[in-house]
């Protein structure tokens, strides 16, 4: 889709902001990799249209593109509660449990897609192959790379993202939006990228480090034990810091739609992660 | 003036667990009022989170992002909260451990709105 096309539908949806174009301008944003745009599009649309399913799947597309593969999940499971047989929410839903290692599952959700829309060639071979690596004897919980149904491969990271997602793995925003720092503000693991989706994450690294040596001496000034978090709130995104180790930092960034308290939580499960990736084996 | 900026931030120390608060100069780190801030070493608790402040601002253009407009260091024992203010200020907060920080938010909010 042109420039031009993208103009005109915004357009369209300027004049009229109840029209379902949201649905075509929305998609096209996505596959040029607006994601940010395209998730602000698709959620203005859900909120005058929450029971539409081809919506949830749309966004749960985008979400899963920019990585957000927790949020995408619970968009499939709506779309599927809308509409039990919405082959992109079965596709969707299947990719998660593939990546997850849950075969069985994967198999479950791409056998129903492929029953919604039987001339899905992709989704049928995917089938195919999570059949194949069900049957294969003894083989790891989780398909390797090769094994992946070419349909079903993991989603890109954005462009400019940090090419170390390892460390948070499984994460939502594995690969963008989660950091992992030394106390010298040297990037451990994790990416960031900005609005216009260029890499910041070394930048933002270096710039924390003194954030961490700050709050240190300020809780100890005033005798409040151990500093645990720091949380700050930008007109457009949500920041959360902690020390998941000692000398090391975690920052977490999210659209300013995910409140603080699910910000907390994540860091939980991300400090997990960075935890036992710091005590991993050398 | 002066007395119009502790008026607003005895607002914030009504809040249940609110130690104290201040207003301080975000470039210079400096105290530029205060109420009930016994016991608590004011100077250096305005120099540090003006840093804190500073040093997330910076990280946050770097990431393409606005300034921070609220922010909280939480710590085992109790909390510090700051809200940017017109005119280069900060307001800041140090809370108990127990303390509705919602509301601790909103009356920073309102006392920076004053400042202006």
Same mark, same amino acid.
């Given at each position: 889709m042109s420039n031009e096309d993208i103009r005109v539908l915004t357009s369209q949806l300027a004049g009229d902001?109840?029209?379902?174009v949201f649905l075509p301008l929305g998609e096209a944003l996505r596959r040029r990799g607006q994601l940010e745009a395209a998730e602000k599009i698709v959620v203005a649309g859900l909120t005058r249209y929450p029971e539409l399913a081809e919506a949830h799947d749309l966004l749960a597309r985008v979400l899963s593109d920019g990585g957000d593969l927790e949020r995408a999940f619970d968009e499939w499971d709506i779309a599927l509660r809308l509409d039990d047989r919405h082959a992109g929410a079965h596709k969707g839903i299947g990719f998660l449990y593939y990546v997850a290692g849950d075969l069985p599952q994967a198999l479950d959700h791409l056998e129903a897609a492929l029953a919604a829309d039987p001339g899905a060639e992709g989704v049928a071979a995917a089938v195919a192959r999570v059949r194949e690596a069900l049957a294969a004897?003894?083989?790891?919980s989780g398909p390797a790379d090769s094994t992946r149904p070419p349909l079903l491969a993991t989603p890109a990271p954005p462009?400019?993202?940090?090419?170390?997602p390892t460390v948070f793995?499984?994460?939502?925003?594995?690969?963008?939006?989660l950091l992992l720092l030394d106390g010298n503000g040297l990037r451990l693991g994790g990416g960031l990228t900005a609005p216009?989706?260029?890499?910041v994450g070394d930048a933002v690294a270096a710039h924390l480090a003194g954030v961490f040596r700050d709050a240190s001496r300020a809780t100890r000034l005033l005798s409040l034990g151990s500093w645990t978090s720091v949380a700050a709130e930008t007109a457009d995104a949500n920041l959360f810091l902690c020390a998941p180790a000692p000398d090391s930092l975690l920052l977490l960034v999210r659209?300013?739609?995910?409140?603080i308290g699910r910000l907390a939580l994540q860091a939980e499960r991300a400090s997990e992660a960075a935890r036992r990736w710091l005590e991993r084996p050398a | 003036m002066r007395a119009d900026i502790v008026g607003s931030l005895e607002a914030v120390t009504r809040?249940?667990?609110?130690?104290g608060a201040m207003v301080v100069s975000?470039? +210079? &780190?400096?105290?530029?009022a205060e109420s009930s801030? +016994? &016991?608590?070493d004011g100077a250096a608790v305005a120099a540090l989170m003006a840093g804190v402040v500073a040093r997330l601002g910076r990280a946050t253009e770097a990431a393409g992002r606005t300034a921070p407009a609220f922010v909280h260091l939480q710590a085992e024992g109790g909390a510090l909260l700051a809200v940017p203010a017109p005119r280069d200020l900060l307001v800041v907060a140090v809370t108990d451990a127990e303390v509705n920080v919602g509301l601790v938010r909103l009356e920073l909010r309102q006392a920076a709105e004053q400042l202006a």
């Amino acid at each position: 889709m042109s420039n031009e096309d993208i103009r005109v539908l915004t357009s369209q949806l300027a004049g009229d902001p109840s029209s379902l174009v949201f649905l075509p301008l929305g998609e096209a944003l996505r596959r040029r990799g607006q994601l940010e745009a395209a998730e602000k599009i698709v959620v203005a649309g859900l909120t005058r249209y929450p029971e539409l399913a081809e919506a949830h799947d749309l966004l749960a597309r985008v979400l899963s593109d920019g990585g957000d593969l927790e949020r995408a999940f619970d968009e499939w499971d709506i779309a599927l509660r809308l509409d039990d047989r919405h082959a992109g929410a079965h596709k969707g839903i299947g990719f998660l449990y593939y990546v997850a290692g849950d075969l069985p599952q994967a198999l479950d959700h791409l056998e129903a897609a492929l029953a919604a829309d039987p001339g899905a060639e992709g989704v049928a071979a995917a089938v195919a192959r999570v059949r194949e690596a069900l049957a294969a004897p003894a083989g790891p919980s989780g398909p390797a790379d090769s094994t992946r149904p070419p349909l079903l491969a993991t989603p890109a990271p954005p462009p400019g993202a940090a090419d170390s997602p390892t460390v948070f793995a499984g994460l939502e925003g594995a690969q963008d939006g989660l950091l992992l720092l030394d106390g010298n503000g040297l990037r451990l693991g994790g990416g960031l990228t900005a609005p216009d989706g260029s890499a910041v994450g070394d930048a933002v690294a270096a710039h924390l480090a003194g954030v961490f040596r700050d709050a240190s001496r300020a809780t100890r000034l005033l005798s409040l034990g151990s500093w645990t978090s720091v949380a700050a709130e930008t007109a457009d995104a949500n920041l959360f810091l902690c020390a998941p180790a000692p000398d090391s930092l975690l920052l977490l960034v999210r659209d300013n739609s995910v409140p603080i308290g699910r910000l907390a939580l994540q860091a939980e499960r991300a400090s997990e992660a960075a935890r036992r990736w710091l005590e991993r084996p050398a | 003036m002066r007395a119009d900026i502790v008026g607003s931030l005895e607002a914030v120390t009504r809040v249940r667990g609110v130690r104290g608060a201040m207003v301080v100069s975000a470039e +210079e &780190g400096l105290v530029v009022a205060e109420s009930s801030m +016994e &016991g608590i070493d004011g100077a250096a608790v305005a120099a540090l989170m003006a840093g804190v402040v500073a040093r997330l601002g910076r990280a946050t253009e770097a990431a393409g992002r606005t300034a921070p407009a609220f922010v909280h260091l939480q710590a085992e024992g109790g909390a510090l909260l700051a809200v940017p203010a017109p005119r280069d200020l900060l307001v800041v907060a140090v809370t108990d451990a127990e303390v509705n920080v919602g509301l601790v938010r909103l009356e920073l909010r309102q006392a920076a709105e004053q400042l202006a």
